[in-house]
């Protein structure tokens, strides 16, 4: 059995770029609104909703634990829609990504840690890891793709296991 290490390193837009978009307020275009009450944010991802789909905003919550070092053979994709996670507690999250493409090499792997405030959007057809945490009930608003055809394809990556070691 193959077994291959993936180190984490910091969540940046330009490290991230390849694979979706960072949703954070620092280096944000931003503009106030409402008076001067309110201070917009604007336009943080590139919502991506192909095949007659339509843009849902969901919840997702983690229902289980992991350790570090995490170690998974599970990838999968959103082939129709990009898919956005904006976290509702401040904590780092760790993600694990390869570029889009029918298929992924464990060799393309990269890991990013969010900085505890920052969401992010995966592109259309971009290979991640499926949500892990260290703390149970994390909850995140996800807007993604609803709409006809197959949207997540999953693959196991057999006979081999990537460990995933924070940086």
């Not at 990838?75 to 996670?85: D, I, V, W, Y």
Request: hydrophobic share 40%; aromatic share 10%; proline share 5%.
């Amino acid at each position: 059995m193959k077994h291959s290490k993936l180190v984490t390193k910091p969540l940046t837009r330009e490290a991230f770029s390849q694979f979706g978009d960072v949703i954070e307020i620092d280096g944000s275009q931003h503009y106030s609104i409402n008076e001067g009450a309110v201070e917009r944010y604007h336009d943080l991802a590139n919502l991506d909703i192909d095949d007659g789909g339509r843009a849902i905003i969901s919840f997702f919550k983690i229902n289980h634990t992991k350790t570090f070092p995490h170690k998974f053979n599970l990838m999968e994709r959103h082939p129709k829609g990009s898919q956005a996670f904006i976290p509702m507690f401040n904590a780092p999250v760790v993600i694990v990504v390869a570029p889009k493409g029918e298929s992924f090499s464990s060799s393309n792997l990269q890991a990013f840690a969010t900085n505890g405030k920052q969401g992010f959007n995966f592109k259309a057809g971009v290979w991640h890891m499926p949500l892990i945490s260290d703390v149970k009930d994390r909850l995140f608003v996800v807007v993604d793709r609803s709409g006809p055809g197959e949207n997540c394809d999953e693959v196991s990556l057999e006979n081999e296991t990537i460990e995933l070691t924070l940086a």
